[in-house]
């Protein structure tokens, strides 16, 4: 009955045994020495004498000195309850002589389901998409929601509607945020204007402007994973819009987006005219390209290049008729023409032969050739020769032959296991021997081997004007 008698103190206000404070407007060392001689008294009803310090970060340097001497030797009926949203400006010593616990954000889902109570309860009219707003714009906090919503009930009584709420809270309507990246993704200047020049009708501060787009961005880009619907924070009907615009777009473009929007975030602040300053970044937008993945330029690059068609040669033939009349000196130098003409004949009946290399298989052999079968397959498949102008072979024994790779990324080598067979079959058409190749991937030999690796006369370079032209067409840079 007394615990009972205790609960009913504590939720109604009155109880002498909970007390709370706050840090805010009693910040300073003289109500810190207050309160230390006021937890020497013992409770008047229940067990123990609770002391609740909200915002207790803002306690001054010289408070916290003389909380702390509490806090190390406190009386038997004396708790502690501190309550902080910055636990990064607490002092470490205070920190270490209490027990915490973190408080998650709130979904909006629980949020909203609150304020539908309260609203049925209070038998005011709403629609979900006005409680989805005031969900988004608490960032997880209840007591933010709740506030929100009675400022929305004084304003808009017995009825919510969301221009009302966006009116209050200074929102931009969903429709406006996919008229704009629907004018981005066709391209479409006249209507990207036209969409810009109503959000600046309706006064919304920039900053929100840019978050809300990053918000819409982020929602686009998880629209693009399967399954992915639940984590986006709003009611069902957008969820499917979500999800079926999201189809139009390459994840790697939304990425793109949200990434210049996150550096324009900051910038706004300090530009002398921001309204420009983001204009120009979203028609700037409209001369970006699609983004290619690399690997499949290489793959189509391969495919369009045609078959090569082999070399036919054109042997003379051996005039062996002698003319009727001839002197002994001039038989004699035919002799001499005939007989060297025949090992041209010979060998050019054979052209496949001078791509072979003759004698016993060793690592000497192997290295001084490697580049010749890399060239071969560089004809066949060139973003694998690419990769192998940067291997080297290391060892060879019993028909395997370890091949190192240098300075390339470890999805080369799964690109040369894939292409295993291709290298094996080649290998053995230039050496005239069967073996098994493996590639080896380890950190520790790369700068020792890097150095003994030639530059290939196939390689791009950095000056090459090549390689200028592509990064002035993709507006590229060297990484490495």
């Not at 607490?90 to 709130?106: E, G, V, Y």
């Not at 209070?122 to 608490?138: F, M, N, V």
């Not at 120009?280 to 690059?301: A, F, G, H, T, Y």
Request: proline share 4%; glycine share 4%; aromatic share 6%.
């Amino acid at each position: 009955m007394q615990l009972m008698f205790n609960c009913r103190e504590i939720t109604e206000s009155r109880s002498m045994d909970v007390l709370e404070i706050d840090g805010a407007s009693n910040r300073g060392i003289d109500e810190i020495r207050n309160l230390r001689e006021n937890i020497k008294f013992s409770p008047m009803n229940a067990n123990f004498k609770v002391y609740i310090i909200d915002e207790v970060h803002m306690l001054t340097t010289q408070a916290f000195n003389a909380l702390l001497r509490t806090l190390e030797e406190p009386p038997p009926h004396g708790k502690f309850i501190m309550c902080t949203t910055d636990i990064h400006k607490m002092p470490a010593t205070i920190i270490s002589r209490c027990q915490r616990f973190d408080f998650n954000r709130i979904s909006s889902t629980i949020i909203s389901d609150r304020m539908k109570y309260i609203l049925d309860e209070e038998k005011i009219k709403y629609d979900s998409e006005s409680l989805a707003a005031i969900s988004r714009k608490a960032d997880g906090s209840m007591r933010d929601a709740l506030s929100i919503l009675d400022q929305v009930i004084s304003f808009a009584g017995e009825k919510i509607e969301f221009e009302q709420i966006s009116s209050i809270l200074g929102l931009i309507p969903y429709d406006l945020y996919f008229n704009l990246t629907t004018a981005i993704k066709e391209k479409n200047a006249e209507s990207l204007v036209q969409v810009l020049k109503h959000i600046r009708s309706l006064g919304t501060p920039l900053e929100d402007v840019v978050n809300g787009l990053n918000q819409h961005l982020r929602n686009l880009l998880i629209g693009t994973v399967q399954g992915a619907e639940s984590s986006l924070e709003v009611n069902p009907d957008l969820q499917e819009r979500y999800t079926a615009e999201a189809k139009n777009w390459e994840r790697r473009d939304l990425i793109r987006f949200s990434q210049v929007f996150s550096k324009l975030e900051p910038t706004l602040r300090r530009a002398a005219q921001p309204q420009i300053l983001l204009e120009m970044n979203l028609l700037k937008m409209l001369e970006m390209d699609q983004c290619v993945s690399i690997e499949n330029m290489l793959n189509n690059r391969t495919q369009n290049i045609p078959a090569s068609k082999p070399v036919q040669y054109e042997i003379p033939e051996v005039i062996e008729k002698m003319p009727t009349s001839v002197s002994s000196q001039n038989i004699i130098d035919d002799k001499k023409v005939e007989n060297k003409s025949a090992p041209i004949k010979k060998e050019a009946a054979n052209p496949e032969k001078k791509n072979k290399v003759n004698g016993a298989l060793d690592l000497k052999t192997i290295k001084s050739n490697w580049h010749q079968m890399i060239t071969k397959i560089g004809s066949i498949k060139t973003s694998v020769a690419m990769v192998l102008e940067h291997t080297l072979p290391m060892e060879l024994n019993n028909k395997i032959l370890d091949v190192a790779v240098v300075d390339q990324p470890r999805f080369s080598l799964e690109r040369l296991e894939r292409n295993r067979q291709l290298i094996e079959n080649t290998f053995a058409e230039i050496f005239d021997q069967s073996i098994r190749i493996t590639f080896l991937f380890n950190e520790d030999i790369q700068e020792e081997i890097k150095h003994e690796i030639p530059d290939a006369p196939g390689i791009i370079t950095k000056g090459d004007p090549v390689l200028n032209r592509v990064i002035e067409i993709f507006d590229g840079e060297i990484l490495r």
